[in-house]
């Protein structure tokens, strides 16, 4: 009896770096959860660097660690030392936060929700005034509470200039999209205005650019550096890539349009459009909220 010889070729093995182990799985989800610690810097924490240097040499733990991001409802703007693991939700993740749900938080008035949207078009406008700004990841931009009240308001009376040319309602419902209605509500409420212990008041215009800038710090986009001006802050890597990455709407354009231009000090300006495609935004400027 002849006994069979298999002599075809044996099944190559897997590599090693290809098999994914419960402890790959874990430290895959580890990089995520640093990264949902915006405030978190990698060259503070060593297992976070480690991590993020895991990411950037090992091919195989960085498709890992993307397809659990992906699983959590997440989207990876970047990986790299200066900006950790940046993630930004999608607008069906669970870390989604919505605008409606941010100003309800502050106010009852359904009417602030528009103050509340234009304070984060404003803070972003002026912290990235320019497209080459927007791509320049060396780039930090300066904005202060006073100066982006200042700057709305300027907006605002812009806007009533442009109204009242053109011959448009000057009083339109206040429900009504775009900033030719929230300029209005604007220019009508209190800049500051205190409670008795002299706090700003909630629901003045330095009130709520003071609490987007807040939520902005809480969630890794600015950094405090002083209190001149109502407070003054400076941008992190963070919110330069949220910003490029949520850009793109009709509101942020048109604030745009009014004729920004660059400020380092916080200190708002505006100027007549020119007559270029200077002023247009890179796409994909814009909030860090679902709608």
Known sequence: MTEHVDRSEPEAAAPASAVVTPADAADAARLVAFGLQPRLQPARDQEYADLLRRYREDPPFARLADAVATGLGLIVLEVSPR???AVTAAEDSVFAVRM????????????DRFLHGLAHLAVAAMAFPRPEDLADDGYIGRVSVNGVDAFVRQACRRLEERAEREGENTDPATDAPGLEAAWRIWARRSAAGATKDARRLAGST???VGKAVAFLTESGFLQRTGDDNGG?????????????????????????DLGVVPVTDGTPTLLPPEES???????????????
């Open 83 to 85: 900006a950790g693991m």
């Open 100 to 111: 409606g749900d941010y100003a309800r938080r502050t106010a009852a008035d359904s009417a």
């Open 206 to 208: 330095t009130g709520i």
């Open 232 to 256: 003054t802050y400076r941008t992190t890597a963070r919110y330069q890539l949220q910003v490029r990455d949520m850009a793109g709407s009709a509101a942020m354009a048109e604030l745009l």
């Open 277 to 291: 495609d200077d002023l247009e935004l890179v796409a994909d400027a814009g909030l860090p909220f679902h709608s």
